[in-house]
């Protein structure tokens, strides 16, 4: 396959995906519309027809029948809605959003170059007709004009929507204004998004048409049909300091406003000179468009909806998450590129070029500020806000409550936190078995929370907060709470943990027990959650992102499950330590506190290494039992690392400082103390050496189940050392600490 | 080539000579990018005693050997990784994978980085010799040299007098990794 094929097909995924998210987003405010009993939001309606839309034509570019003729009869669901001739009710929803779902198979199916199966879709197109079939029309006994007199003409042009728009105005009792202004051709774009912007909160903009004489070449003069509710004095206020004029439509058995001036205009179709029509007429040409609205095309909306386009594509560029990657690598190499400047300057620094290393110096740090400043324009870039996690959640909530028959409200909060892309992929899968979890263990039923006192809506919140450079992440629910007791014996029964451990556990320490491996407590699996996979999973796809998972409940008030991940993954801090003669980095975000001991300080407790730590037993790890690593000959790979700049360590050490021996000549250990969630471990290394930004690789598939390593990182001077796995060495400790086997 | 080459075997001088760098490499590709049709080109290396090939179509590049980083609890056959351009590479011994007997690097050791699967790993080779191409015919599913896993090779090629023995790259970097036990 060319490469020109994948580009193509890339591109069709990122932008198919962007309209999906947009569409799920528009139907879950219709939704929310409808559910609160308000109007729905016409723009809505009719932005989710066009994404429909948008995506037939794509999907059938790229041959994918079966999702081509999925969005075509979901378009005509869509375009029933949007003329007002089907009003949408729960169940429609409940079709729309299953529809949202297939879009999600069809593209992961696309992005392996398959389509949909006929079967996956036959099904529910089949219901999907039988919903889009138009209700009755209403009985019309005059042209829903409401009495206003528009010219022949000018109802000539308007498509049906924008009719059907008209009319149900009109029925709202809105006023009908029209706005007139001429508009610069070379920046039409903008002024008519300006215009859009300012009318946009006080009514809705039901057409533009072009009207005037055409005498000027360089500017468009256009009418636009605008209803509101508000009166006239406020249409002026809102286009005040603009050319354009607001006057009202003229209407028979009303007194007409004194100030108006008579709309004897007709507007016209006539020529809107080149610039414009030619994108118009370019534009897809589409049996589609033709097929959904038999009876016209739609040439005048579409001018608008071309401008509007125009505008977007010019201010937001789409970036396939890979090239940023190469971008970070890029960096990451120039970065190595500067450590090796620094070690030129430092050995040229005694000789007698004292200008010329002067300027160096001053070069080098220059270089410096620029590559500062360079990694965080890329790390910006990879940001995205949670909403588009958090927007996926509600259509599940909505699903599985509804499936569950409970009546569940999300409130969500911190959508505009900012994550690296890559982190907010890997949060749907855990955010979602959390959530399902809370609607189907947490919540309790409607009979069981009025005796409870509770409200019959369960609350599930999910809450977003950015806290220095960690996010953290809850759900919290207000259902039942986890039952302690009821864990302890699920997991004693299941042998994970021996009745004695059970005894010294707090209460949070029992409920952390609901992320061990095996805690799936397989009698309570329902469809929906499916215990099967259990949270140890969750807790492994948090881990990988180098976050920690959290949980708590108070029994009959609620649970809370709170993450706490890293901003981005593309760039950490790590601590360099050696051990055995290796060199490894461990991640900062893992790490509570360093300390420096003497052997004498550890005692052994059942055959495992602990030291006191402010009264609390610490339990130790030697790295180099974790990873059975032989001691090197003192020639093998002793190069200290670079990087070490006397930067503090936690704990405080200068990092450049570190003695070797105790005053009474007992060699100096090193404890890392890492945590995840409650748990502590001190991890014995030989050398702190310090501190430094890295970059974490993959180490790739066939390295991938490898225990206790994250990745590998490089240092400079072709030196590659691994990136330790702190929740992985944690786990692996702990685990081993169960079976009571002596390190 | 000439009767000479074939009578003088495998000493090492003659050897020197029609040592492929990596330009012949690289314009033995080209060449083939151009379209000239082979069954198959195979690059040839030696390692102990006997000269191996692998199909260049997995070939990716070949690099001058450099510091390997350890890697804990992996097979012997796997000294560990290297970073290539910001792209971090399994290195996989093949001697030891092959289990022939262990050599210590010497000038012409070389790491040769194949794709397989769109993933890079890295083979120690002891010496890189130059492209060859072939036949179907040509090879054939005979001798092969003793204690090696046959799921490894490919086939035996007989090209100029000499005997290539065709590797399966596929088998040969496909491996489980003990995973340490709870």
Redesign the interface.
Known sequence: MSSGTDKALNEFLSEAQEIVETLNRNLLALDEQRAAGRMSDPELINDSFRAVHSLKGLSGLFGLTQTSDLAHTLENLLDAIRLGKLHPRPDTFDLLFEAVELFGRALAAAADGGDLEHAQVADYLSRLQVASAPEAPEEVDDDGFGGYQFEASLLSVLTEYEEHRLRENIRMGAVIYRLNGKFDLMAIDKGIESIKERVKPVGEILTYLPSGEGTDPSTLELDILVASHEPLKKLREVVEGTSVTVDPVPRSGREPDRTAAPATRTPTRARPPEPVQAPASARRASPTAQESSPSRAEPRQEVAEEMTTLRSVSQTVRVDIRKLD?LM??V??LGLVHTGLLSLLERIATSKLVEETQTLRHEVRSLERKLTELQNGILEVRMVPLRQVFDKLSRVVRKVSRSMNKQIRLDISGADTELDKLIVEELSDPLMHIIRNSIDHGIESEVERVSAGKPEVGTISVRAMQQGNRVIVSVADDGHGIDEKAIAETATRLGLVDEASIQEMSRRDLLNLLFLPGMSTREEATEISGRGVGLDVVKTNIANLSGIIDVSSTPGVGTQVTMTLPITLAIIQAIIVRVAG?TYALPLNGVVESLMITPSEIRTIEGREVISLRRQTLRLARVKD????RDLAPSD?AVPPTGSRGVELPGGFPADALPSTSPDGEPYLYVVVVGIAQHRLGLVVDELVGQQDIVI???????S?????A??T?LGG?????VLDVPGMVE?AL??GG?AEAA | MTGRDKDSGRAPPTRARQLATEDTFLAAYTRRRAGQKHDLEVLTFRLADEIYGLDISWMREISKLRPITEVPQVPPFLPGIVTLRGTVIPIIDLRRRLLLPAADASGYTRILIVEHQEEPFGLIVDQVLKVVRMVEQQIESAPLPGGIDSDFLAGVARVEEELIVLLNLPTVVTFALEVASR
Do not use: C, D, M, Y
């Not at chain 1, 072709?718 to 691994?722: A, I, P």
């Open positions: 190469a690598n890029a990451g190499e290796r974790i990873f059975r690593l790979g690789k993959p180490l790739g598939r066939a390295l189940s490898l225990r206790g390593v990745g590998a490089e072709q030196k590659t050392v691994l692996a685990a081993r079976t």
